[in-house]
């Protein structure tokens, strides 16, 4: 690689937040680039206003301008993929979710909090599913999967490119998804000893919602003798663990008919011919309107409310009005898990917003537990906005 890079110059003052490793550097902290014309996904040396070297990362356009790869003047070439690709790795061993005989899915690289902003890697058995959100980690894919294939060895057979709809649409990229390296039809892999089939190919985000897989532990681990209801159940993941925990009866409700199928698959995959379970294409509001069933374990996992901070006031009001329909419904000494993905709202916000609720439906409430995303979506110390999803386990007398 030619390693005569383009310059970004920073206005005098604006490195304070790259000495204290801040990834990111906004579009109003540049003063000019030299080096010739920009084009995004390039990358570029970033300069303070005296000349000194700062940092290199990706040129982008928008608010935010430059991700930040490394903090040293180094070449970002195969062996600069592996190393960190490989760190990331020892990371996921260290945790214990990587490399077991009843786990084979699992995050391996979260953005920035593994120092890799803009890049996702799933692992389902032996396939990753990679999803780029940046146009540098786009024009780098390909040298991104050679070096998977070096660290992952021979337990993974294909790698899958997922980046149609997460890449900015101005780039005009054209992208479509599909296999980078090998193909896989083997869409079934297992979360602590539980099976489930993953829709790389057309589901959302990677095919699964990986980061609940604590949250969904803790839900099995109250649902003996329990009637579940799982709210937004995408493909079921919460309804499959309240299951084998134990659970009454499980009732499983998206607005997405293909995502009713697919919780029906992963029930029946799990719990062959098992009668407990039912699910529902149907609107979440109007189901809680219209419910017959009174459950004592209620999940609500709700899509983003707020993509961007310019929604953060109807997202509060929408939280707000689907608990208290929640805490409305639910059974004397019934369990409220209920969550946030919203990067833009953070937990004051949301327990603010669930406080309300509880008021509103004049319910007595206690907090058992406060959830967060798991180990393999690690948040980058010096990257407080990775820290995206809260939740609240709430006792309802």
Known sequence: MNYELKNIIL?????ESLGRFHPWIFSGAIHHTEGGKLEEGDLVEVLASDGRFLAIGHWQIGSIAVRVLTFKRQPINQAFWQKRLAAALDVRRAIGVAERE??????????????LPGLVIDIYGATAVMQAHSVGMHVCRNEIAQALKEVMGEQLKAIYYKSETTLPFKAQLGQENGFLWGESHDDVARENGLAFHIDWLKGQKTGFFVDQRDNRSLVEHYAKGRKVLNMFCYTGGFSVYAMRGGAELVHSVDSSAKAVELVDANVELNFPGDTRHEAFAEDAFKFLEQM???????????????KHKDALHNALRGYTKLNAKAFEMIQPGGILFTFSCSQAVNKDQFRTAVFTAAAIAKRKVRILHQLHQPADHPINIYHPEGEYLKGLVLYVE
């Open 11 to 15: 206005r005098k003052g604006k490195e």
């Open 292 to 306: 017959q069933e009174k459950y004592d374990l209620i999940i609500l996992d709700p899509p983003a409310f707020a």
């Open 102 to 115: 009843d786990n084979d899915i699992f995050r391996l690289v979260h953005g920035e909090g593994d120092n």
